[in-house]
């Protein structure tokens, strides 16, 4: 069955969350927001493409940074309402410079830091 | 620094998602939603506990079904609205008996699914 983007479940904002793992590794990098366009725009151009709701626009992973990620894969949960796209991550995916956004423990009662900045 | 589940940010309702990545094989088997009084108790008991937004209430996910999830460890993102939960899951993750929810690949414009229910 060929795949409309319309027909995925969005909240009242019209967004769906998008998880992107890198492919291979399967590390989870980031968690992030698409639009249905922003959904067509990732599977036509295979460049990952969130919705920014911050600045309410487009954003095209790494069109600055050039911390780009390429789509591998792109699959739909059961319930059409969230989304994970396998990935090949260009350097790192979280605006800290790490390579994962999950960079924080918690699971002892404390804080801790898994992981440094790229250099 | 002790870590307080009321630091996080919620949405309007009150709820944070978190995604359930398998311990050691990086699959990623789900993702659901948690207050901060479910996030308060998965730390405390180990147990993955979700909100349910359809029943609204504490989701001990397999609880009825017997397919836990053992916290193994949890992190939080860098802009702390978003969990990834590190777990031991028991048999399917999804209601679908399936392992993940995300079974199914839209990748070349066609839905395409990439595994059977359990047996």
């Keep these: ?16 969350p998008c998880i992107a793992q890198q492919d291979g590794t399967g590390e989870v990098l980031m968690m992030a927001w698409m639009n249905a366009d922003a959904v067509a725009q990732t599977l036509a151009t295979k460049r990952v493409t969130y919705w920014s709701r911050s600045r309410q626009a487009f954003w095209i992973k790494g069109e600055t940074s050039g911390n780009t990620q390429e789509l591998v894969d792109l699959r739909v949960d059961c319930d059409s309402d969230c989304l994970l796209a396998i990935v090949h991550q260009t350097g790192a ?13 918690v699971i002892d009662g404390e804080e801790v830091e898994l992981m440094a900045p790229m250099t």
Tied chains: 1, 2.
Excluded: K, V
């Excluded at 069955?1 to 769906?16: Q, R």
């Excluded at 995916?93 to 423990?105: M, V």
């Design 1 to 16: 069955m060929s795949f409309d983007p319309s027909t995925l479940t969005y909240d009242s904002n019209g967004l769906i």
């Design 93 to 105: 995916a979280c605006h800290t410079n790490r390579r994962s956004c999950f960079y924080t423990s």
